[in-house]
């Protein structure tokens, strides 16, 4: 499988993030491991918290990893 292409987007009111995969909406993030969780679902099933920080794969909009509030 292709690598996919992934969008997170800021943290809403709550802190949680969309979390767009190659044009997709999967569903919000409220941690990262819940986006790694979402790269599993994407076909990455070996992917952890650390591959999501590490990631070049993931565009992140309105702060990177460690922003989850808003």
Known sequence: M???RVVVYPP???GAR???VDGVI???AYSLRDL???MQEAGLQ???EL???RSDLIEWR????ENWQP
């Open 2 to 4: 292709a690598n996919p």
């Open 12 to 14: 809403d009111e709550a």
């Open 18 to 20: 969309r979390v767009r």
């Open 26 to 28: 999967l569903g919000l």
């Open 36 to 38: 790694a969780r979402f």
């Open 46 to 48: 070996d992917w952890d």
């Open 51 to 53: 591959d999501v920080v």
């Open 62 to 65: 309105g702060g990177g990893p």
